[in-house]
């Protein structure tokens, strides 16, 4: 199938469908939930295939105790390679978690001032974003900004910009969404700034800076910026429904990692470790500790559940954007963490 061809389909699976899927998704979601629960966490991977997911990998770290890896499905549909715990994953949003880290180690290090406004950092944009000249940093970590989204752009998904300018282009000169500090709307532009930022203020790139302050002191191994840095084969496989392409090979800018890196990096985030002297106390007032991320093909969710003391990361890599496979993931998730209650407590 031609690139062309691909990208209508995805368009028209995007932008269309709507209706049919909100008739079916409730029914589905409903059987999911009410299901007799599983005894074991393998089993609901196992279960979770039924409902469309090609693929499932979850980590689970509770405190104490040695993690447990689990793995259902295939790695790679077409080559029929079963699913395996340790292999890279494109983490989507969560990595705003990574990225709101390093601005605040940054903040610490005296290398910015969370207060600093986007036209301090950012001059070369000559004002073309609107309000850029009260756009604090903080505001942008707390998605306060009102920088439209440039993920929000029709067609984005099915042909999204190789270049950095490209990205840029697509807010650049467009009416903020609202003034600054007014309300609250998600926005990977602030990301992708605060990524810039990143590289600007400490005068290496991105990686290299978080490998020096996150990756290397926690003994991240496995946690990459580009898919560039990394060997394909190990990059688990994901799939749009109704489109027969492996969607890994696409560059929506994620940053990937295994499960057992993004678990040790979440308890860190959560019990302070990650942190130098005062930084958790600055972390703690611009961003949050648990995480979701989603983009054609993948979808993660990491959170770390402090009742449990326990850390549990979810990779599934078949995804639609009506809510269909992101609604389904939530209850598999969530139908996982009773099954570790409830073992916890037998």
Known sequence: MSKKTTTLIIRILLFGGTAVSLYFVPWIILNAWI???????????????????????????????????????????????????????????????????????????????????????????????DNSDIITIRSMVQHRSGIPN????????????????????????????????????????????????????????????????????????????????????????????????????ENYGSMISSAEDLGIFLRALNDGSVFGPGERDIYASIYEFNHTGLIPGYQTIAEYHEDMDTVVIQFTNTTDFNGYNWNLSEVIYNRIIKILRKQRSS
């Open 150 to 249: 440039f993920t929000d752009e029709p067609g984005f998904w099915a042909d999204p910009p190789d270049t950095k300018e490209g990205v840029l282009e697509l807010v650049f000169d467009k009416p903020a969404n609202f003034e600054p500090g007014a309300d609250y709307e998600y926005s990977n532009t602030n990301y992708f700034l605060l990524y810039e930022l990143i590289e600007k203020a400490s005068g290496i790139s991105q990686y290299e800076y978080m490998k020096r302050v996150i990756f290397d002191p926690l003994g991240l191994k496995n946690t990459y910026v580009s898919l560039d840095q990394i060997d394909m084969n190990e990059l688990m496989s994901g799939y749009y429904e109704g489109i027969p392409e492996d969607m890994k090979y």
């Open 35 to 129: 299901l007799p629960l599983p005894n074991t966490v393998q089993e609901q991977l196992e279960e979770a295939l039924d409902y469309g997911f090609e693929g499932v990998i979850v980590y689970v770290d509770e405190g104490g105790k040695k993690s447990e890896f689990y793995a259902a499905g295939w790695h790679d549909r077409d080559k029929k390679n079963p699913a395996y715990p340790e292999a890279l994953f494109k983490i989507a949003s969560v990595n705003k978690l990574f990225v709101a880290v390093s601005i605040t180690k940054l903040a610490s290090e005296g290398r910015i001032s969370l207060d600093g406004t986007l036209d301090e950092y950012f001059p070369e944009f000559g004002g073309r974003i």
